[in-house]
Nanobody, 118 residues
C-alpha cells in the first residue's frame, strides 16, 4: 500500500499562491504516477493535474492551465502542486492520489483545504 498525506492548504487572497505537498510512504513512490484532484462543496470531485512516475509527462485541467504546475521529487517521496494566480473558484479540498501505469488511481490522501477569498 501507499500512504499519502497532503499539506500546504490554507486561506489565501485571490491572485495569491500556495504550494501543496503530498508525502508518500509505503511502496516505492517512484513507481507510481501521481494526480491532484479537488472537490468543492456540492460538486463532484474533479481532476486538476497529473504527472507520470518519472516526472517527464504532465497533464492539466483546462481550468488551471497556465496557473498551476505539478512536480515530484522521488528522492523525497513527495509530490507538489504549485498554484498561482488563485481564484475564488479554486476553493476546494485538494487530494493527491497515486496510480500504476495503465491502472486507475488506487491510493488517496485525506485532503487539504484551500480557500481563496475575493
Amino acid at each position: 500500500q501507499v500512504q499519502l498525506v497532503e499539506s500546504g492548504g490554507g486561506l489565501v487572497q485571490a491572485g495569491g499562491s500556495l504550494r501543496l505537498s503530498c508525502a508518500a510512504s509505503g511502496r516505492t513512490f517512484s513507481s507510481y504516477g501521481m494526480g491532484w484532484f479537488r472537490q468543492a462543496p456540492g460538486k463532484e470531485r474533479e481532476f486538476v493535474a497529473s504527472i507520470n512516475w518519472s516526472g517527464t509527462s504532465t497533464n492539466f485541467a483546462d481550468s488551471v492551465k497556465g496557473r498551476f504546475t505539478i512536480s515530484r521529487d522521488n528522492a523525497k517521496n513527495t509530490g507538489y502542486l504549485q498554484m498561482n494566480i488563485l481564484k475564488p473558484e479554486d476553493t476546494a479540498v485538494y487530494y493527491c492520489a497515486t496510480k500504476l501505469t495503465g491502472r486507475g488511481y488506487e491510493y488517496w490522501g485525506q485532503g487539504t483545504q484551500v480557500t481563496v477569498s475575493s
